[in-house]
T-cell receptor
Framework: DVKVTQSSRYLVKRTGEKVFLECVQDMDHENMFWYRQDPGLGLRLIYFSYDVKMKEKGDIPEGYSVSREKKERFSLILESASTNQTSMYLC??????????????FGEGSRLTVL | AQTVTQSQPEMSVQEAETVTLSCTYDTSESDYYLFWYKQPPSRQMILVIRQEAYKQQNATENRFSVNFQKAAKSFSLKISDSQLGDAAMYFCAYRRGNTDKLIFGTGTRLQVFP
């Protein structure tokens, strides 16, 4: 089974702190994604990576950056956390390449609270 | 830009009964895919069912089936013989033909009563 692991289930940070959310997948997937989930807004794409060191902005990239130095790891970085970034963050991966099934494999989520 | 709309924030169903979750979408593309994902409480989101736009036949997966109306841009999910384990958030999602980037709806929370 594909496993997508997010390093922290729950985090509490203070305004202005730098926050790292880590995600690791074990199926050699090419694509990795960071989504933000908020009640009434569904999931919104923050960033997408289709290869090592390759990234593409999603719909709401402001205030976020990402890093993908190794194929299996995709990190989301909040350079200076703000209260409006309090949310559930979901990491996902997909095989990519010619295998475009549309099936994303999700982690359990990281619930971030910024005080 | 493509959009996905789920107009039912919450639905409920009695165990063993049938429930239908609604989804509409807007696109000018001809090649696309539609999905229903399930997010159980405190658990990972998983794919329930997939529909390719070029296929006229509605997709089915065991107790889950879709009613895909391409002209009306409607994509509803029918859950038959509902079980307590079906209680979850359900998200409708759209994907253009050449990318794995999904656009999600706002979700429908399904409660299942014994």
């Amino acid at each position: 089974d594909v496993k997508v692991t997010q390093s922290s289930r729950y985090l509490v940070k203070r305004t202005g702190e730098k926050v790292f959310l880590e995600c690791v997948q074990d199926m050699d997937h090419e694509n990795m994604f960071w989504y933000r989930q908020d009640p009434g807004l569904g999931l919104r794409l923050i960033y997408f990576s289709y290869d090592v060191k390759m990234k593409e902005k999603g719909d709401i990239p402001e205030g976020y950056s990402v890093s993908r130095e190794k194929k299996e790891r995709f990190s989301l970085i909040l350079e200076s956390a703000s209260t409006n970034q309090t949310s559930m963050y979901l990491c996902a991966s997909s095989p990519g390449g010619i295998t475009l099934t549309g099936e994303l494999f999700f982690g359990e989520g990281s619930r971030l609270t910024v005080l | 830009a493509q959009t996905v709309t789920q107009s039912q924030p919450e639905m409920s169903v009695q165990e063993a009964e049938t429930v239908t979750l609604s989804c509409t979408y807007d696109t000018s593309e001809s090649d696309y895919y539609l999905f229903w994902y399930k997010q159980p409480p405190s658990r990972q989101m998983i794919l329930v069912i997939r529909q390719e736009a070029y296929k006229q036949q509605n997709a089915t997966e065991n107790r889950f089936s879709v009613n895909f109306q391409k002209a009306a841009k409607s994509f509803s999910l029918k859950i038959s013989d509902s079980q307590l384990g079906d209680a979850a958030m359900y998200f409708c999602a759209y994907r253009r033909g050449n990318t794995d980037k999904l656009i999600f709806g706002t979700g429908t929370r399904l409660q299942v009563f014994p």
